[in-house]
């Protein structure tokens, strides 16, 4: 199984600054079609999670701008340019290049 | 709009069968290009991913749930059902279904773009 591993654990941020999130993958996501399927999901509290971000830095709909994803082979990030309140929740990377598909153990994003 | 909605006891006993329900609408299951899944999140814990299903009737598994785990579909109902046997106290979580991974995965479309609100199911004697 691919093991993903997110840092840091827990983000206190001040509102308006940026925020990062690192997930490392234990082998390469690109799949034989060349592409990498590494997405980010976020997890408000008391809600399902929600698609932010799929195949590394593609936006899904109505995602906001300040949302970005970068990265390739093993090394991605998640970039919140200037962190708003609704941004509270906790953050996952997941991978769908092989099954099983799996999961970082989570981001939990606070303002301080 | 896809929604989807798991239905099923809220209560299982020790080593018993846990089974649920997720009901599909806004997308046909039957001839929808995205294979249907289930994930799991412990009380106060991570996403686990369980397992999922195309319409073809292909499944995959999580082996770290060791054979426990049988997801079928119902076309007729628009539904896919998720069973685990000999549940433990350590299968006490909120489970969800979502739409999976885009069949083939090049075609562009999102994964895990569609959720439903999850069911909590507490293994309890």
């Known amino acids: 199984d691919i093991v993903m591993t997110q840092t840091p654990l827990s983000s206190p941020v001040t509102l308006g600054q940026p925020a990062s999130i690192s997930c490392r993958s234990s082998?390469?996501?690109?799949?034989?079609?060349?592409?990498?399927?590494l997405s980010w999901l976020q997890q408000r509290p008391g809600q399902p999670p929600r698609l932010l971000i799929y195949?590394?830095?593609n936006r899904f709909s109505g995602v906001p701008d300040r949302f970005s994803g970068s990265g390739a082979g093993t090394d991605f990030t998640l970039k919140i340019s200037r962190v708003e309140a609704e941004d509270v929740g906790i953050y996952y990377c997941?991978?769908?290049?092989?099954?099983?598909?799996?999961f970082g153990q989570g981001t939990k994003l606070e303002i301080k | 709009q896809v929604q989807l909605q798991e239905s099923g006891p809220g209560l299982v006993k020790p080593s018993e069968t846990l089974s649920l329900t997720c009901t599909v609408s806004?997308?046909?299951?039957?001839?929808?290009?995205?294979?249907w899944g289930w994930i799991r999140q412990p009380p106060g814990k991570g996403l686990e991913w369980i397992g999922s299903?195309?319409?073809?009737?292909?499944?995959y598994y999580n082996p770290s749930l060791k054979n426990r785990v049988s997801i079928s579909l119902d076309t007729s109902k628009n539904q896919f059902s998720l069973k685990v046997n000999s549940v433990t106290a350590a299968d006490t979580a909120l489970y969800y279904c979502?739409?999976?991974?885009?069949?083939?995965?090049?075609?562009?479309?999102?994964?895990?773009?569609?959720w439903g609100q999850g069911a909590l199911v507490t293994v309890s004697s």
């Open positions: 979502a739409r999976d991974t885009p069949a083939p995965r090049a075609s562009g479309n999102s994964p895990y773009d569609y």
């Open positions: 806004g997308d046909s299951i039957g001839s929808s290009s995205y294979y």
């Open positions: 299903i195309y319409r073809s009737g292909n499944t």
């Open positions: 082998q390469s996501l690109v799949h034989n079609d060349g592409n990498t399927y």
């Open positions: 195949k590394v830095s």
């Open positions: 997941t991978q769908h290049t092989q099954f099983p598909h799996t």
